[in-house]
T-cell receptor
Framework: DARVTQTPRHKVTEMGQEVTMRCQPI?????VFWYRQTMMQGLELLAY????????DSGMPKDRFSAEMPDATLATLKIQPSEPRDSAVYFC????????????FGPGTRLTVT | SQQGEEDPQALSIQEGENATMNCSYK?????LQWYRQNSGRGLVHLIL?????REKHSGRLRVTLDTSKKSSSLLITASRAADTASYFC???????????FGTGTRLTIIP
């Protein structure tokens, strides 16, 4: 049963600390998306990759967020330094690459920055 | 503003009744999709309807799309307690893989 996995599932950290979230997309999927979900803003697209190349990171605060795909089985989202306003659930999703086709979401990383 | 706006924001119905949720969007689309999110979980894809389709069925789900009105509806028939979740519409524009999600409808099924 292929699924997207994310680690960690929960993270509590202090303001100023670095946070790294990891995602393993479904094998064979060549698009990977990072979303952030909060009560106030809903689901926001932060960045996405096609064939490991970043295509759009316009939704991401550039000064503190970075997203990479070091290989086809791993995507990372890093926040440095973290701030309380970064508290949210971060989702990774992958897709088969057909434009606009369905996306498969991971379980999310719930981040709390104190 | 959100590309997709769901209506209503929240809906409570008795088990066995039908639930209808609506989604409006602003720009031309390639397709529209509906997702379900159970509390504390990731989103799960339910159904995709393409811009040249008007209606689609999947089990107890029925989706309609009216591109002239830029709107879609999701009907869940014979609701069950397990249908309690938030439901999101998402639109895909031509030429890229991005989806733009709406704000969601929180559906509660009362046993």
């Amino acid at each position: 049963d292929a699924r997207v996995t994310q680690t960690p599932r929960h993270k509590v950290t202090e303001m100023g600390q670095e946070v790294t979230m990891r995602c393993q997309p479904i094998l064979g999927h060549n698009t990977v998306f990072w979303y952030r979900q909060t009560m106030m803003q809903g689901l926001e697209l932060l960045a996405y990759f096609r064939n490991r190349a970043p295509l759009d990171d316009s939704g991401m605060p550039k000064d503190r967020f970075s997203a990479e795909m070091p290989d086809a089985t791993l995507a990372t989202l890093k926040i440095q330094p973290s701030e309380p306003r970064d508290s949210a659930v971060y989702f990774c999703a992958s897709g088969s690459g057909y434009r606009g086709d369905e996306q498969y979401f991971g379980p999310g990383t719930r981040l709390t920055v104190t | 503003s959100q590309q997709g706006e769901e209506d209503p924001q929240a809906l409570s119905i008795q088990e066995g009744e039908n639930a209808t949720m609506n989604c409006s969007y602003k720009t031309s689309i390639n397709n529209l999709q509906w997702y379900r999110q159970n509390s504390g979980r990731g989103l799960v894809h339910l159904i995709l309807i393409r811009s040249n389709e008007r209606e689609k069925h999947s089990g107890r789900l029925r989706v309609t799309l009216d591109t002239s009105k830029k709107s879609s509806s999701l009907l869940i028939t014979a609701s069950r307690a397990a249908d309690t979740a938030s439901y999101f519409c998402a639109t895909a524009n031509f030429g890229n893989e991005k989806l733009t999600f709406g704000t969601g409808t929180r559906l509660t099924i009362i046993p």
